[in-house]
């Protein structure tokens, strides 16, 4: 008679997220996951494979709530200009609330496993290319709307945003002030005038 799981497997997934989230892959034991998770060992490897395997389940929870957050949130401003700046400033809010300093799960993942692990690597790759076409379809709105002058390029401009946007979380981690990071986001979204 097989047995019955007695836990949420999505429900420990979330609690595998953010223990991977703030310990990193390598820093991370099976037995912090026993612990964490409130499950054994066999029940771990029964239900989500090896650690390897946890953890990228893991990260692409982490990288799909990301996105869909992030529609919302753009998209839920009338101004695109305002939709970029508000990010940015919620980036910077949460940064700084964040008394752990994990910063980005996915900037972590990047600078821990990305040059060694060929798998991370696309993964973020993908990642970076999904948020940048985000970014660009916002942008692309904002000209429809004549918010955004249309001789702009778009996929440039896209691309950089996603670069200060990452920029600024691991600025985040070195303890940089809010007003100081605040006058990076004014000047970084001076190139949408």
């Not at 753009?74 to 910063?103: A, P």
Request: charged letters at 30%; aromatic letters at 12%; a negative charge.
């Amino acid at each position: 008679m097989p047995r019955i799981k007695l836990f949420d497997r999505e429900e420990v997934l979330e609690k595998a997220m953010k223990l991977f989230w703030k310990q990193g892959f390598y820093a991370t034991s099976i037995q912090d996951l026993v612990n964490d998770l409130g499950i054994n060992r066999a029940s771990i490897y029964d239900t989500y494979g090896d650690k390897r395997e946890l953890f990228l389940q893991a990260f692409r929870l982490y990288r799909k709530t990301s996105l869909d957050e992030l529609k919302t949130f753009l998209y839920s401003h009338s101004s695109i200009k305002e939709g970029f700046l508000n990010l940015f400033l919620l980036v910077v809010d949460e940064g700084i609330k964040d008394t752990e300093k994990k910063g980005c799960f996915v900037v972590n993942a990047t600078t821990e496993l990305a040059s060694d692990d060929e798998m991370i690597f696309k993964i973020v790759k993908e990642n970076r290319i999904v948020f940048e076409e985000l970014f660009y379809d916002h942008l692309s709105l904002g000209v429809e709307r004549k918010e955004i002058d249309l001789n702009k390029d778009l996929k440039a401009i896209a691309s950089f945003l996603f670069t200060f946007n990452n920029g600024l979380k691991v600025m985040l981690k070195t303890g940089a002030s809010r007003d100081e990071l605040k006058k990076s986001v004014h000047l970084a979204l001076s190139v949408l005038d």
